[in-house]
Nanobody, 123 residues
Framework: QVQLVESGGGLVQAGGSLRLSCAAS????????MGWYRQAPGKQRELVAV???????NYADSVKGRFTISRDSAKNTVYLQMNSLKPEDTAVYYC?????????????????WGQGTQVTVSS
């Protein structure tokens, strides 16, 4: 069993900052990639940022220069530092993990989502 536990969402004024955290736990052999997606009301879920095992990162154009994704490999945790927040950043933010899990029958690739955390940016 694998769990992703998110924290750090909330209400902030435009121009403010928030930091999201996502901790993965369970029968994890390795983390291939972890990232953040978001979904605003009436819109499709979209990629915000991702960090892969080698440390490379990728960001949506809309957040480049404002958001930073990082990780603590020892804690299986990924962070999203969000600065200069805008009202259009308001959404539910979901952590996503691409893992190799270790089970009694072997190792398998496994994809997981967190429960989501609300980020609201007021104007």
């Amino acid at each position: 069993q694998v769990q992703l536990v998110e924290s750090g969402g909330g209400l902030v004024q435009a121009g403010g900052s928030l930091r999201l955290s996502c901790a993965a736990s369970g029968s994890i052999f390795s983390i291939n990639a972890m990232g953040w997606y978001r979904q605003a009301p009436g819109k499709q879920r979209e990629l915000v940022a991702v960090i892969i095992s080698g440390g490379s990162t990728n960001y949506a154009d809309s957040v480049k220069g404002r958001f930073t994704i990082s990780r603590d490999s020892a804690k299986n945790t990924v962070y999203l530092q969000m600065n200069s927040l805008k009202p259009e950043d308001t959404a539910v933010y979901y952590c996503h993990a691409d893992l190799t899990v270790s089970l009694y029958s072997g190792r398998y690739n496994s994809l997981h989502w967190g429960q989501g955390t609300q980020v609201t940016v007021s104007s």
